[in-house]
């Protein structure tokens, strides 16, 4: 391969890495979107415990982005899947039975949507694994 060749082989590249990183940066961000709209009032928008809501509460929310921090620097997915589900109790959070975020967050069984059936529990899994995983992106390093 000729220099001109090697030059135009890394400008290809290039063109198409950059086109990769447009498309990636077009697609929403799922985990943030659910994260903003069912946490964000009390555990604010950056998740540092400085939400709208923290006025109103007795016990002011928790910065979510140092829960890597206070856990040894890794990680606590399955503690925060719990929480988020109800499995792990958190006062403000309401109980099992009633959890702050109704239906969203507790497995609720199998159901007919429009006739298709769908795994409900699979469903609310999937939004719950969004909020951890974007939680588990924005950890203080």
């Known amino acids: 391969m000729n220099h001109s060749q090697t030059v135009r082989a890394l400008l290809a590249c290039s063109a198409l890495s950059i086109a990769g990183m447009a498309i990636a940066a077009d697609r929403p961000d799922k985990g943030r979107r659910e994260y903003q709209n069912n946490c964000a009032s009390c555990h604010g928008v950056a998740a540092k415990g400085d939400g709208p809501m923290r006025a109103s509460l007795l016990k002011p929310p928790a910065d ?45 069984g199998n159901s007919e949507y429009f006739d298709v059936p769908f795994d409900e529990n699979a469903y609310v899994a999937a939004r719950i694994m969004l909020v951890a995983d974007y939680l588990n992106r924005i950890q203080v390093k």
Do not use: C
């Open 64 to 108: 979510l982005t140092l829960l890597a921090q206070k856990n040894g620097g890794v990680f606590p997915m399955e503690r925060v899947q719990q929480v988020i589900d109800g499995r792990t109790e958190i006062r403000s959070h309401g109980t099992r039975e009633m959890p702050i975020w109704g239906s969203r967050y507790a497995n609720i």
